[in-house]
């Protein structure tokens, strides 16, 4: 009877750690997320664009873009391919050296002084930064943004885009502009 007790846990075991296996082997992608002083440090020997999730602890939204659209497995996998992604709290209180310029936090807003510089003053969570291989702002989005809708933006920056039409022409082709 022991033995067939024992037998019997053994299988179950076995059972268990299979369907885990599996289980873990569909898992879906996830982002790479980087701080801004190793996406720079990347930048240099291997220039890609930058792509900076700006979030606050607090923030519902941002807690729900992750869920929702960061953990799809072609947004994280697009992100992980042609950017580096960066998520930055936006009231951090590290001092921050960016493109060779030293942000603290501002006690008197609240914020970061890189999130105040790249979001233009405009605070708003989430909000997402495209900046290009020169350290150079491309553009700043705000607010939640699910797959389907953020799927087209990193396309057009990813692919440069940007630099052969406008973004109403770029929809106007879309998706079968799509080049992976």
Same mark, same amino acid.
């Given at each position: /009877?022991r033995k067939?007790? +024992? @037998?019997?846990? +053994?299988a179950? +075991?076995?059972?268990t750690?299979n369907a885990?296996?599996i289980?873990?082997s569909?898992?879906?992608?996830?982002?790479?997320?980087?701080? +801004?002083g *190793? %996406?720079?440090?990347?930048?240099?020997?291997? &220039?890609?664009? #930058?792509?900076?999730? /700006?979030?606050t602890t607090?923030c @519902?939204w941002?807690?729900v873009?992750?869920?929702?659209t960061?953990?799809?497995?072609?947004i %994280?996998?697009?992100?992980?391919t042609y950017f580096y992604?960066?998520?930055?709290d936006a009231e @951090?209180k590290e001092? #921050?050296v960016?493109? @060779?310029?030293?942000?603290?936090?501002?006690p008197?807003q609240?914020s970061?002084?890189?999130a105040?510089?790249?979001l233009q003053?405009?605070m708003?969570?989430?909000?997402m930064?495209f900046?290009? *291989?020169?350290?150079?702002?491309?553009?700043m989005?705000?607010?939640y943004l699910p &797959?389907?809708d953020?799927?087209?933006?990193?396309v057009?920056?990813a692919?440069? *885009?940007?630099?052969?039409?406008?973004w109403q022409?770029?929809? %106007?082709?879309? &998706?079968?502009?799509?080049k992976?």
């Open positions: /009877m067939l007790f +024992i @037998g019997i846990l +053994i179950l +075991i076995s059972l750690t885990q296996t289980a873990n569909g898992s879906k992608a996830t982002v790479k997320w980087y701080s +801004i *190793e %996406a720079q440090a990347l930048n240099t020997t291997a &220039p890609r664009k #930058i792509f900076i999730d /700006m979030f607090w @519902g941002c807690k873009l992750d869920k929702n960061f953990s799809e497995p072609d %994280a996998q697009y992100l992980n992604p960066v998520k930055f @951090g001092p #921050i960016f493109n @060779g310029h030293t942000f603290n936090f501002s008197e609240k970061h002084e890189l105040i510089a790249m003053g405009k708003s969570y989430p909000s930064v900046v290009d *291989e020169n350290l150079q702002l491309l553009t989005l705000q607010g &797959p389907e953020l799927r087209p933006i990193l057009f920056f692919q440069e *885009e940007y630099k052969k039409m406008t022409d770029f929809m %106007a082709q879309w &998706p079968g502009i799509l992976q």
